[in-house]
């Protein structure tokens, strides 16, 4: 199978600027003037299939008349062990343009302490992972390892003038990890269980700043069940690992869903448990300044309509 086509995107932006509250018609400075980009790609990717193996080769051209041209290729090999189980081998390359914020803000007063640059180009990330499968029945288990490069990310940092801010193609690091799924389905329960691990989570790393405000390790396992053609009640914990100044924590969210013809009404109830969930500020990645994520017991009603 052969797969081709083309894709045009166009970004645009107005003025941002900026008012005094006594006199809201006249903007005392701009600090993003109205603007556009076009983005054109094309991709194509080769799947063959012989026998138990299954080869998949492609590649996407982007042009952005801002940031410029890039190639980024990809391929997967699959070989099917039986059918319930199968190994994937996967290497991928993707992109991700500068945004115009980074590119573009621009103040005239002297007194800025932030700059875009227009010399910036793309981050790239090429990934290499390899899956196993199995799959019977009611179950679905997937266990999966990778190894991550970023090349190029932007990073914010001082300019020579110490006291203005800019952005700079500065960072090059690497991830590793692995991830493992788990799904049950059955006649009226459903069980779902995620646990991933990133070697490098919660480190300090100078060309890696968002390591540090990363866990090493997350979990969640969840479930569901029907009570009679009508009531199904559920809930999950959620584990989010130390990171930064902030110590791991645990979220519990329960939930009761009533099934009427075609009217779906349901509650959540998340984290019974009042626990503190906190993020580390991710503005400058350095400091030890926390946000509040969610404030402390909280419910949610929903209706779901079916038509």
């Known amino acids: 199978n052969l797969v081709a086509g083309a894709e045009h995107e166009t970004r645009s932006t107005d003025d941002y600027r900026f008012y005094i509250k006594d006199n809201p018609d006249t903007p005392i400075a701009t600090l993003l003037e109205s603007q556009k980009i076009d983005e054109i790609s094309v991709y194509t990717q080769i799947d063959y299939s012989y ?20 190639v980024t290729p990809r391929a997967a090999v699959v070989y099917m062990i039986d059918k319930h189980q199968s190994i994937k081998a996967l290497y991928s ?13 621009n103040t005239a007063d002297e007194a800025a302490t932030i700059t875009g640059s227009d010399s910036l180009t793309p981050e790239i990330v090429k990934t290499t992972d390899i899956a196993y499968s199995y799959s019977k029945n009611n179950l679905l288990f997937v266990a999966n390892i990778y190894y991550s490069e970023a090349e190029d990310f932007i990073v914010r940092r001082a300019t020579d003038n110490s006291s203005v801010n800019s952005f700079f193609n500065d960072s090059n690091f690497s991830r590793t990890g692995a991830e493992f799924d788990l799904q049950i389905a059955m006649e009226t329960s459903k069980v779902f ?5 990133q070697k490098e989570g919660n480190e300090i790393n100078t060309d890696d700043a968002s390591a540090f405000n990363t866990p090493r390790v997350t979990f969640s396992v969840g479930a569901s069940t029907d009570i009679g053609k009508t009531h199904s009640i559920g809930a999950d914990i959620s584990y989010i690992g130390a990171r930064h100044n902030l110590n791991d924590y645990n979220i519990v969210n329960v939930n009761y869903t009533a099934r009427l013809q075609k009217l779906d009404v349901f509650v959540t109830v998340r984290n019974i448990f009042d626990e503190d969930i906190l993020n580390p ?13 969610e404030d402390g017991i909280n419910a949610q009603l929903g209706i779901r309509v079916h038509f």
């Open 51 to 70: 026998k138990d193996w299954r080869l998949l080769i492609g590649g996407r051209f982007t042009d952005n008349e801002i940031s410029g041209k890039k």
């Open 193 to 197: 269980a995620n646990l991933s691990y």
């Open 93 to 105: 390359s993707g992109f991700n343009s500068p945004n115009m914020v980074q590119t573009s803000l």
């Open 281 to 293: 500020d991710n503005t400058t990645q350095t400091s030890d300044l926390v946000a509040q994520g």
